[in-house]
């Protein structure tokens, strides 16, 4: 077994795991899901998503971590598990690779609107543009699906990863996240405070948070969970290969429940940013699914605010914070796999996994213009890989990996883990390994096959 090293300190492992869990999820996902599945009813169903399956599955994935105490696949292998199970962390570790590719695209998006923002260039007139609304749409139009731009960005972003993932875990990873995410926690209630003043913001506030349970579907359950799961990030393999990093002494359900609750907390101020500021400004009839929210609708509401220049500073300030804690995370399960499995040095194993997401990356985002033509079961290269990914890998993994756990790994290993090899007593455990067992893989498969339905 490789000797690992360690996250510094406790608050240090929490910044970056909830650095991690902090995402485009919690910011653009998250909202779209609410104004989908009709407000507060959603936001209800989600917290019990959480807390019922979301916690107990962290925790699954935290027992295997730190128990096998290596990459996703190698920490299978040292907790005995036969070699066809290898396969649960094989799936984790591709899931994670693929969603990478596209999701640095992203990340990408996120640090050219910030420099645009300081450059002013996203206020700058665009040519026959007509309104606010089509400024904006044209703006992203330029910044998205142009050639080169996103391109240069993405690349700018690979490469900003690289610096802090060869830095390591302590002084990469955790300094990183303990400088970025107390900053962006900070900015977050910033907004919230902002948006909340707004005049009228009480429509959007009681939209989010009076629920109407007649909206309440089978697929705001299944959208629910699907959000509680990528949000939390779930079945990427990186809170295997985190947990990887904690001593033996950190307390595991604490974590995941702070974890889990900074992630909501998050994803809760973000609507009390979001519903407020478009109803404020009577934007709520727009869709603000996935990039038009934060690319269009947001920086349309700073506009109406006054210094909209400042707002968009910081607001896409936060959006690449977000990004960047969560690409280091995912990009680090690859890292630790190749150092772990063929014992390479970080330097080499960071090259190795960063030099291949140039090309992969730069297909993903030449799919969104010069290349949009090009299709795989109707969708472009990007769709694909999110829908592949997230909607199939993610969801199989997740199973699997609560099978493994509930019924074939060693029988204590959850609860030694989980009680610190009985030093900690808690009502929890018992319960949490009983959803892992049972309740988690029957759920979580009938989310999957509602989704081809
Ligand atoms: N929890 C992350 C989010 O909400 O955005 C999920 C994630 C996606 C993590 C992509 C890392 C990543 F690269």
Redesign the pocket.
């Known amino acids: 077994m490789s000797k690992k090293t360690q996250f510094a300190s406790r608050i240090g492992l929490i910044a970056a795991t909830v650095g991690?869990?902090?995402?485009?999820?919690?910011v653009w996902?998250f909202p779209a899901e609410v104004q989908e599945g009709g407000g507060a009813a959603f936001l209800l169903i989600y917290i019990g998503c959480v807390i019922l399956l979301g916690i107990p599955v962290m925790l699954s994935e935290f027992a295997l971590g730190r128990a096998g105490h290596s990459d996703a696949i190698g920490a299978l292998k040292n907790v005995g598990a036969s070699k066809r199970w290898w396969v649960v962390g094989g799936i984790a570790i591709l899931a994670s690779y693929l969603?990478?590719s596209f999701?640095m695209v992203v990340a990408g998006w996120t640090l050219e609107y910030l420099v645009q923002s300081v450059t002013g260039g996203l206020f700058e007139p665009v040519a026959g543009e007509a309104g606010l609304n089509s400024h904006f749409t044209a703006k992203m139009e330029e910044y998205v699906t142009t050639d080169w731009p996103p391109l240069i960005f993405t690349f700018l972003m690979i490469f900003i990863n690289l610096g802090i993932l060869l830095g390591g875990v302590q002084k990469g990873i955790e300094r990183m996240s303990n400088i970025m995410m107390p900053l962006f926690f900070l900015v977050l209630v910033v907004f919230v405070v902002v948006a909340l003043s707004l005049p009228d913001a009480g429509a959007g506030l009681s939209f989010f948070l009076r629920p109407d349970f007649s909206k309440i579907t089978g697929s705001t359950i299944v959208s629910a969970l699907g959000q509680a799961f990528?949000?939390?990030?779930l079945g990427?393999g990186?809170l295997i290969t985190y947990s990887a990093y904690f001593s033996s002494k950190v307390p595991l359900v604490r974590t995941a429940v702070t974890v889990s609750l900074l992630d909501l907390l998050v994803a809760i101020m973000m609507g009390l940013v979001i519903f407020p500021a478009i109803t404020s400004f009577g934007l709520d009839g727009e869709t603000i699914r996935g990039a038009s929210l934060v690319f269009v609708t947001l920086p349309e509401v700073f506009t109406h605010m006054g210094m909209p220049q400042l707002w968009s500073i910081l607001f896409f300030f936060l959006l690449a914070v977000a990004a960047l804690t969560?690409?280091i995370?995912?990009a680090e399960v690859s890292v630790a796999f190749i150092i772990d499995r063929f014992h390479t040095s970080r330097i080499k194993a960071c090259l190795i996994v960063s030099l291949p997401l140039l090309p992969i990356s730069a297909v993903c985002s030449l799919s969104m213009g010069l290349w949009s033509d090009f299709t795989i079961l109707g969708m472009n290269v990007f769709d694909f890989l999110d829908n592949f990914a997230t909607n199939i890998l993610l969801p199989v993994g997740s199973i699997l990996l609560c099978i493994f756990l509930g019924w074939f790994a060693p029988r204590n290993l959850m609860y030694d883990q989980l009680s610190n090899h009985g030093t900690i007593r808690s009502r929890l455990i018992p319960a949490v390994i009983w959803i892992v067992k049972y309740l988690a893989p029957v759920l979580i498969a009938v989310v999957l096959v509602s989704t081809f339905l």
């Open positions: 991690s869990a902090v995402g485009l999820g919690n996902r969603i990478l999701y990528f949000s939390l990030s990427m990186i969560s690409t995370s995912i």
